[in-house]
């Protein structure tokens, strides 16, 4: 940006000098604005959505540790209470479709309307997208809160006992299920907290990735380690991932993605506050309020064997919401998967031919349109299809109905449509 004046100022008059001295007054001021915050700890909380790296702050001197080391620490981490504070960015550098996408995943996912706007498995999926801030508690495995805070309104999910409740209070809307088993903890679809993430990025390391620990951190006022993960593999959109790590305790504290093309992190989720006190114990208590809608989990019309309302299948395994998880789940859950590594691509054969969905129903067709002007036609020995990008995620869709997606680059999904 230019300077707000030059080395040419010869002749100015001193009216001039007085008014470059209260633009350089007011600026002083606008950056005070801003650095005043990060010294406060009593007001970083009104500041959260506006820094991301805000609750970074100095670097302590800790003992010197190996990436396999603190691997094992995260790994034998059993923090079973704690309460604080969780800012959650993410930027998929998808088009803005003027909210449109918002409702076209909360449609999908309540699978045609018969849910509630209170029913986890629609209602997290707006973390997807956006900065969120959301407040947890945890006190052992039955006993869990997470609450999305939005502008005069909340969402809470609250898993206590056998009992998990959804409530939404700015449709005053009600969802209870009951946990498949009592004995395990309610775990929502979504990842949100730093180490939903560092669990799902951990447990796929292999020999096609680089670890390493890349000095220290201070987060949420906690010291920590940061682990850095990087793939070795080229051809992949991811270029690093840091994990912050609470020195004394192994838990992650932040989380950070950023992508191979550069620019700002993909996924940014961190602690800017965090206690590992026990939770009152009415943090867990939740009693539908006086006339809101309740909506009960086996009744909400859902199909197939799972509880899809709790996010758990017959055995109470928690499951995994699309495009999160790892690539060696995948071919656990009705994909074929090639390629090794960071380099995986998952392959789903739709069965509907002609690529991108037409159709003549009321609006279909210039849906279709605008979808297809969303992405790259392609061609190759496969045929022809369509390449839809983000800044992590790409899919091709080809025109006889099969669907290749990994975070890999557009040159990686044509090479395998083609080996395929």
Same mark, same amino acid.
């Given at each position: 940006?230019?300077?707000?004046?030059?080395?040419?100022?010869?002749?100015?008059?001193?009216?001039? @000098?007085?008014?470059?001295?209260?633009?350089?007054?007011?600026?002083?001021?606008?950056?005070?604005?801003?650095?005043?915050?990060?010294?406060?700890?009593?007001?970083?909380?009104?500041?959260?959505?506006?820094?991301?790296?805000?609750?970074?702050?100095?670097?302590?001197? *800790?003992?010197?540790?190996?990436?396999?080391?603190?691997?094992?620490?995260? /790994?034998?981490?059993?923090?079973?209470? %704690?309460?604080?504070?969780? =800012?959650?960015?993410?930027?998929?550098?998808?088009?803005? *479709?003027?909210?449109?996408?918002?409702?076209?995943?909360?449609?999908?996912?309540?699978? @045609? +309307?018969?849910?509630?706007?209170?029913?986890?498995?629609?209602?997290?999926?707006?973390?997807?997208?956006?900065?969120?801030? *959301?407040?947890?508690?945890?006190?052992?495995? &039955?006993?869990? =809160?997470?609450?999305?805070?939005?502008?005069?309104?909340? #969402?809470?999910?609250?898993?206590?006992?056998?009992?998990?409740?959804? #409530?939404?209070?700015?449709?005053?809307?009600?969802?209870?299920?009951?946990? $498949?088993?009592?004995? =395990? $903890?309610?775990?929502? &679809?979504?990842? /949100?907290?730093?180490?939903?993430?560092?669990?799902?990025? %951990?447990?796929?390391?292999?020999?096609?990735?680089?670890?390493?620990?890349?000095?220290?951190?201070?987060?949420?006022?906690?010291?920590?380690?940061?682990?850095?993960? !990087?793939?070795?593999?080229? +051809?992949?959109?991811?270029?690093?991932?840091?994990?912050?790590?609470?020195? !004394?305790?192994?838990?992650?504290? =932040?989380?950070?993605?950023?992508?191979?093309?550069?620019?700002?992190?993909?996924?940014?989720?961190?602690?800017?506050?965090?206690?590992?006190?026990?939770?009152?114990?009415?943090?867990?208590?939740?009693?539908?309020?006086?006339?809101?809608?309740?909506?009960?989990?086996?009744?909400?019309?859902?199909?197939?064997?799972?509880?899809?309302?709790?996010?758990?299948?017959?055995?109470?395994?928690?499951?995994?919401?699309?495009?999160?998880?790892?690539?060696?789940? %995948?071919?656990?859950?009705?994909?074929?998967?090639?390629?090794? +590594?960071?380099?995986?691509?998952?392959?789903?054969?739709?069965?509907?031919?002609?690529?991108?969905?037409?159709?003549?129903?009321?609006?279909? +067709?210039? *849906?279709?349109?605008?979808?297809?002007?969303?992405?790259?036609?392609?061609? @190759?020995?496969?045929?022809? @299809?369509?390449?839809?990008?983000?800044?992590?995620?790409?899919? %091709?869709?080809?025109?006889?109905?099969?669907?290749?997606?990994?975070?890999?680059?557009? /040159?990686?999904?044509?090479?395998?449509?083609?080996?395929?």
């Amino acid at each position: 940006m230019a300077p707000y004046e030059s080395d040419d100022s010869t002749g100015a008059t001193q009216a001039d @000098g007085e008014l470059r001295d209260e633009m350089r007054a007011e600026r002083r001021r606008k950056a005070a604005r801003y650095v005043v915050p990060v010294a406060v700890v009593g007001v970083a909380a009104a500041t959260i959505g506006l820094v991301p790296a805000l609750a970074d702050s100095g670097d302590p001197d *800790l003992p010197k540790i190996t990436a396999q080391e603190l691997i094992d620490k995260i /790994a034998k981490s059993d923090v079973q209470q %704690l309460s604080g504070t969780v =800012k959650i960015s993410t930027d998929l550098g998808l088009p803005d *479709l003027g909210g449109l996408e918002s409702s076209l995943m909360s449609g999908a996912a309540q699978g @045609g +309307g018969d849910g509630s706007s209170a029913d986890p498995t629609s209602k997290l999926t707006e973390l997807a997208s956006g900065t969120h801030t *959301l407040r947890v508690a945890a006190d052992g495995p &039955e006993k869990q =809160k997470v609450s999305v805070l939005e502008s005069g309104a909340e #969402y809470s999910l609250i898993h206590k006992g056998a009992d998990v409740w959804g #409530y939404d209070s700015k449709s005053n809307e009600v969802y209870h299920s009951t946990a $498949a088993d009592s004995g =395990k $903890a309610e775990q929502h &679809e979504t990842p /949100a907290t730093p180490k939903d993430f560092a669990d799902e990025v %951990l447990k796929s390391v292999d020999d096609t990735t680089s670890v390493t620990v890349d000095g220290t951190a201070q987060v949420a006022g906690r010291d920590a380690y940061r682990l850095v993960v !990087k793939p070795k593999q080229s +051809g992949t959109t991811v270029g690093a991932i840091s994990i912050a790590v609470d020195a !004394k305790t192994g838990t992650p504290l =932040k989380f950070t993605l950023t992508p191979s093309s550069g620019g700002a992190a993909v996924v940014d989720a961190g602690y800017t506050q965090i206690s590992f006190a026990k939770p009152a114990a009415s943090t867990f208590d939740f009693t539908p309020p006086k006339g809101a809608k309740v909506t009960e989990g086996d009744k909400a019309g859902k199909a197939g064997g799972a509880d899809e309302g709790t996010g758990t299948d017959q055995g109470g395994k928690a499951s995994e919401a699309p495009g999160h998880g790892s690539a060696k789940d %995948l071919d656990k859950s009705g994909f074929d998967v090639l390629g090794k +590594g960071w380099n995986s691509i998952a392959v789903l054969d739709t069965g509907s031919k002609g690529g991108v969905p037409t159709g003549s129903a009321s609006g279909s +067709g210039d *849906l279709s349109g605008f979808l297809g002007s969303l992405g790259d036609p392609v061609s @190759g020995k496969f045929g022809k @299809g369509t390449v839809f990008s983000t800044r992590l995620i790409n899919a %091709l869709i080809t025109d006889d109905g099969k669907v290749y997606v990994g975070a890999v680059d557009k /040159a990686a999904l044509v090479k395998a449509a083609d080996a395929g």
